[in-house]
């Protein structure tokens, strides 16, 4: 039904603008060597094809989100990164689209085997491609990250990976969540408390679990994940519904409130806005936790702030999302729809 009433175009405002308020945008300069180090990586894999490799990593120019979202990590950490990266596309594309999108049975599977490795983290790598780039990765983090990001990187990577079952079912069955509920779902699909570990990672950051406890730390996260996954529905929107994904908020929004597609970005776009002034408030609320945490926490805060921007600008640039669209002027984008299948 919200499939016949589609227009065949949508305007889009400049999102990174909206968030480029309260976010920096900087670039690492170790964009190219981190690549190499990763491609070399991901290709030993074998997870795909020549062809099918080839234009996932050509097509999501991950190195570009990697250096645009951290960028004051030292060459090891941004290949670490930019790992982080394969790992989690590849596994999303996996139920987003790929062979188990609709199959919440098989997302289990595959999460267990994942799951086994934080059980036995002496075990042996294991065969099934995607644990062992979960594997790789998590050698690679445990080289220098504290035992706190440690920890909350690993209980990040069960929420999340349990919320791609859940996610895939709803798939499986059709169903479009209400907005609420998908906006707590959608915190832990993207993967935000994961970003935030690999953020903590990057830089070596030591943070007291105290800081992460606070409850307005929690609600800047909060704030910060809304920032990273409504712009992200808003651009991946046109891409979604070529591939008949009705998981994304626009069509929640849609759904719920009975309005069209543009009203519904607009109610969506209003709603990022409304988001920044929250996070600007939340952040003029912030406690001490003494002079040495406060000076580790203003860093943490700066780069994930930093990872927000640069999120928010290879929605745009990835052709992932925009595939044929110029994007040069975002601030009134007309985006033509895309055909079903065109992906």
């Keep these: 039904m919200i499939l016949e009433s589609l227009p065949s175009q949508f305007c889009l405002k400049d999102l990174s603008a909206i968030t480029g ?3 920096e945008l900087r670039v690492n300069p170790h964009q190219a060597e981190a690549d190499r180090a990763a ?12 062809r099918k490799r080839s234009k996932f990593v050509n097509y999501g120019k ?3 989100f990697a250096a645009l979202s951290f960028p004051d990590a030292d060459l ?5 990164c930019l790992i982080f990266f394969f790992w989690a596309f590849s596994t999303d594309d996996l139920s987003d689209e790929g062979d188990l999108q609709s199959k919440p049975d098989a997302v289990q599977a595959g999460h267990d085997i994942s799951v086994s490795i934080l059980n ?6 294991p065969q099934y491609p995607y644990a062992a780039m979960f594997y790789d990765l998590l050698v690679r983090f445990r080289e220098t990250s504290t035992p706190g990001a440690c920890k909350r990187f690993i209980r990040a990577f069960e929420a999340w990976s349990s919320s791609q079952v859940t996610q895939s079912r ?14 707590l779902m959608r915190r832990a699909t993207i993967g935000g408390a994961m970003v935030e570990a690999i953020v903590e990672y990057s830089l070596d950051l030591d ?3 105290e800081v992460f406890e606070n409850p307005i730390i929690q609600a800047m996260s909060d704030a910060t994940n809304d920032l990273m996954t409504w712009p992200n529905d808003l651009c991946s929107f046109n891409k979604e519904q070529s591939d008949g994904d009705y998981q994304n908020l626009v069509f929640c929004i849609m759904n719920e409130r009975d309005v069209g597609l543009q009203a519904a ?22 406690p001490s936790f003494g002079p040495d945490a406060d000076k580790e926490l203003a860093r943490y805060l700066h780069a994930l702030e930093n990872f927000v921007q640069g999120t928010v600008l290879w929605y745009y640039l990835s052709p992932r999302y925009f595939r044929g669209v110029d994007v040069t002027n975002r601030e009134n984008l007309v985006v033509p729809l895309f055909e079903p299948g065109a992906f």
Excluded at 120 to 125: I, M, Q, S, T
Aim: aromatic share 8%; glycine share 2%; charged share 30%.
């Design 21 to 23: 308020r309260v976010c």
């Design 39 to 50: 491609r070399a990586w991901f290709n030993s894999i074998n997870l795909y094809d020549d």
């Design 62 to 64: 991950f190195d570009l």
């Design 76 to 80: 090891k950490h941004l290949t670490t």
């Design 120 to 125: 036995d983290p002496n075990g042996p790598r």
């Design 170 to 183: 709803n798939r499986s069955q059709d169903r479009i969540p209400s907005v609420e509920e998908f906006i």
């Design 207 to 209: 943070l007291p679990d």
């Design 265 to 286: 970005i607009d109610i969506l776009t209003e709603m990022l806005a409304q988001r920044v002034d929250d996070y600007v408030e939340l952040k003029n609320q912030l």
